[in-house]
T-cell receptor, first 106, second 114 residues
């Protein structure tokens, strides 16, 4: 099956800092999504981005399908951004990466 | 759009009993839904694919007799954990896929078996 690697596994930021999270995948996919799992376990869909670039407020994402990676940018981070960020890809079935645990300190 | 409702959000049950978790698509029809399990500080593991009107497809290593899935309508899939044991304690999440939004997830069910 498809392998998904996310980096870094853990990230600690000071409020206001910017960050970049990476997702590498091992094969062609027809779907890629970024999710934020909050401390209560809820998975929030951030971007549905099999290719190209999208922006939503302080967040943006870029997927380069031909090179099999996607990046999630968080600018001016806030404490509410804390949680686990998952990348999920699918070519039929969905496969999740292990996530990046982000902690934003005030 | 594309809202998936899951309940209960939290359940505690005694060892040996069965627990049913419901997953509903509220504003769309879902011919296919997915059930995941998540261990603490771990990623989501796909357990099974639930297909409306037919048998679920289970991933390798998932006991289909323990984790019963029923997808009787286009808006409802249920997961029943039968004869639950403490090792079944986990966070269970369902999802459905839509054309415009990709995968949409329910809010999850935290199962504790005592």
């Amino acid at each position: 099956g498809i392998q998904v690697e996310q980096s870094p596994p853990d990230l600690i930021l000071q409020e206001g800092a910017n960050s970049t999270l990476r997702c590498n995948f091992s094969d062609s996919v027809n779907n890629l999504q970024w999710f934020h799992q909050n401390p209560w376990g809820q998975l929030i869909n951030l971007f549905y981005i099999p290719s190209g670039t999208k922006q939503n407020g302080r967040l943006s994402a870029t997927t380069v399908a031909t090179e099999r990676y996607s990046l999630l940018y968080i600018s001016s981070s806030q404490t509410t951004d804390s949680g686990v960020y998952f990348c999920a890809v699918s070519a039929g079935k969905s496969t999740f990466g292990d996530g990046t645990t982000l902690t934003v300190k005030p | 759009g594309a809202v998936v409702s899951q309940h209960p959000s939290r359940v505690i049950c005694k060892s040996g009993t069965s627990v049913k978790i419901e997953c509903r698509s509220l504003d769309f029809q879902a011919t296919t839904m997915f059930w995941y399990r998540q261990f603490p500080k771990k990623s989501l593991m796909l357990m099974a694919t639930s297909n409306e009107g037919s048998k679920a497809t289970y991933e390798q290593g998932v006991e289909k007799d323990k984790f019963l899935i029923n997808h009787a309508s286009l808006t409802l899939s249920t997961l029943t954990v039968t004869s639950a044991h403490p090792e079944d304690s986990s966070f269970y999440i369902c999802s459905a896929i839509t054309v415009n939004y990709g995968y949409t997830f329910g809010s999850g069910t935290r199962l504790t078996v005592v």
